[in-house]
């Protein structure tokens, strides 16, 4: 339902002057707002049926839970695999981040795991994805988007733009290789 006037107001903003009764369950109007319209007033009487409403509403769902998977996509990365020929494929703004954000919190490297790039497709994903009516949970995603939003404002710094992480993730990779 929306206002015709201004699409943006609720239903309590929209009928403000309207004498209402109110219950716990469900407000009922004593007088008739003409103002607030159901959604499907919209559409031709042809069209204004439950089935077509319920049809509308999939596919906007439908549509926003595919843009958002196909924009995680987007943030491919490969890794080779030590020993083998065949490369690692890692979505970078794929799942919530916690193990990674962790991995990367004791020493290890990720690259681009917390860049520009990753940080708009998981902030767009994950805001598509909750209006799509996906059952996610937010809390994981939000770490990590906390996570390159700081990584992003330490770049500004130059105090904590050349960090030991990577030359720690160097002297890593010799120690495992048996150089060190």
Not at 18 to 46: F, M, Q
Not at 70 to 95: D, E, I, N, Q, R
Request: glycine fraction near 8%.
């Amino acid at each position: 339902m929306f206002n015709i006037a201004n699409w943006q107001l609720d239903q309590k903003f929209c009928c403000w002057g309207v004498k209402r009764t109110s219950s716990v369950y469900k407000i009922t109007i004593a007088e008739e707002c003409t103002a607030w319209r159901p959604w499907s007033s919209t559409l031709p009487d042809l069209l204004d049926s439950r089935i077509v409403i319920h049809l509308i509403y999939i596919s906007f769902a439908l549509c926003f839970s595919l843009i958002s998977a196909f924009l995680t996509l987007l943030t491919k990365s490969t890794y080779p695999t030590p020993g083998h020929t065949t490369h690692k494929v890692f979505y970078l703004a794929a799942g919530s981040g916690i193990p990674e954000v962790k991995t990367i919190l004791s020493g290890f490297v990720i690259r681009k795991f917390l860049g520009l790039k990753t940080l708009l497709v998981k902030a767009v994903g994950l805001t598509l994805s909750v209006a799509s009516g996906l059952s996610l949970g937010k809390e994981g995603p939000f770490v990590h988007i906390a996570c390159c939003v700081g990584n992003i404002g330490c770049r500004l710094f130059e105090k904590y733009n050349f960090n030991d992480g990577s030359s720690f993730g160097a002297w890593l990779m010799k120690v495992n290789d048996g150089r060190c």
